[in-house]
């Protein structure tokens, strides 16, 4: 294949936002057409905060069919579960050795979280950014779809992966971010409209979540904080909140701002609010249905994702053979075939 490699992750943790359909999940589908997409559930990434385990496996798959849901195509992508795939977590052993303590410590996720993990800094949270360029790197990507937040783990990806190339020969590829989320996908909080809205919100009336049914997305819309200006305005200093409104009508309908203002030149909040949730729930139901019937069929989505693992797997292994051959490490002849050197 030709087309540029993209791998792209998310974790198993929290229920996934409008703003993470409008501003990545919807990017990463509309991508599958001209790129050679890989679309993977972190599961082992989501093991630095404790899980429980029966919860915790209803989640991962919760997430594969969202994934599904949402558009991603099982005969176009790649799709699968990172624990399904050992040599996510072997490369990330071989990459540590390549990884400086400085340059970990200098990660502020990892500053943010052991602040609020206090009772659990574990090293795997420390060495979560190694296991994301093991990800990475396994495939020899050329572009990882990333938010703001994860370019600096994108980036220590690189330097990896050319310290690693620098000492062992060009093995792997240096990934380039996509930065996704840009433009009318920078949704905001529906409660306080200058922060992002965030899976982890505290209040439910905050955020819309990609499952959730009309009747909450409705409510969620009607409660959503404006202002007392009484004028539908692009003027994002003064009113956040109405702009934000703007934003996820125009991004759901996929105008522009003008055509937006326009249509709402009536001036009236109510309106705003109600034909939002409208074309909201008009995205999210197909992906809510196909959502609950990929859910109620397991065969079908253990199918999907035991193909997906045996793609990926076959390239990790491709890759695998190659990094373990640059670093010395004689290959097994039961895992790669003959023996190096004989055919
Ligand atoms: N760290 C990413 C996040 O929390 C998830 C992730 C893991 C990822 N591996 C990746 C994203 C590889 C892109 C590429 O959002």
Redesign the pocket.
């Known amino acids: 294949m030709t087309q540029p490699i993209v791998?792209?992750?998310?974790?198993p943790t929290g229920q996934l936002t409008l703003g993470n359909y409008l501003g990545a999940l919807r990017q990463w589908t509309a991508m599958q057409d001209d790129h050679d997409c890989i679309f993977?559930v972190?599961d082992l990434?989501a093991l630095t905060v404790r899980q429980d385990p029966a919860e915790f496996r209803e989640r991962i798959l919760d997430l594969a069919a969202l994934f599904l849901a949402c558009g991603i195509d099982p005969d176009k992508s790649t799709i699968f579960i990172?624990s399904h795939v050992p040599a996510h977590a072997e490369l990330a052993w071989l990459l540590s050795t390549f990884t400086m303590m400085g340059e970990l410590d200098r990660m502020t996720?990892f500053k943010d979280k052991a602040r609020s993990h206090a009772q659990n800094v574990n090293a795997g949270l420390f060495t979560?950014?190694v296991?994301?360029a093991a990800?990475?790197l396994l495939y020899g990507?050329h572009k990882?779809?990333?938010?703001e937040?994860?370019k600096q783990?994108?980036e220590l990806?690189r330097d990896v992966a050319v310290r690693f190339n620098g000492l062992h020969g060009p093995v792997f590829v240096v990934p380039e971010p996509l930065v996704t989320g840009g433009g009318a996908a920078r949704i905001k909080d529906l409660q306080d409209p200058l922060k992002k809205m965030s899976k982890t919100a505290e209040a439910d009336l905050a955020k819309v979540m990609i499952l959730d049914d009309p009747a909450a997305i409705l409510k969620k819309f009607k409660k959503a904080v404006t202002d007392g200006l009484a004028q539908i305005s692009a003027d994002e200093v003064n009113q956040p909140g109405v702009v934000n409104l703007l934003n996820i009508w125009r991004a759901a309908k996929g105008v522009s701002m003008e055509e937006a203002l326009t249509h709402f030149s009536h001036n009236q909040y109510g309106r705003l609010k109600v034909e939002t949730a409208e074309a909201v729930i008009a995205l999210l139901e197909p992906v809510r249905t196909r959502f609950l019937e990929l859910r109620s069929d397991p065969a079908e989505l253990e199918g999907i994702l035991g193909r997906g693992a045996e793609l990926a797997g076959a390239r990790a292994e491709t890759m695998m053979k190659r990094v373990l051959t640059a670093l010395g490490l004689p290959l097994n002849a039961r895992r790669f075939g003959s023996a190096q050197g004989r055919s």
């Open positions: 791998f792209s992750g998310a974790q993977c972190v990434h990172q996720q979560y950014p296991l994301m990800d990475i990507t990882v779809p990333v938010g937040d994860q783990h994108l990806s």
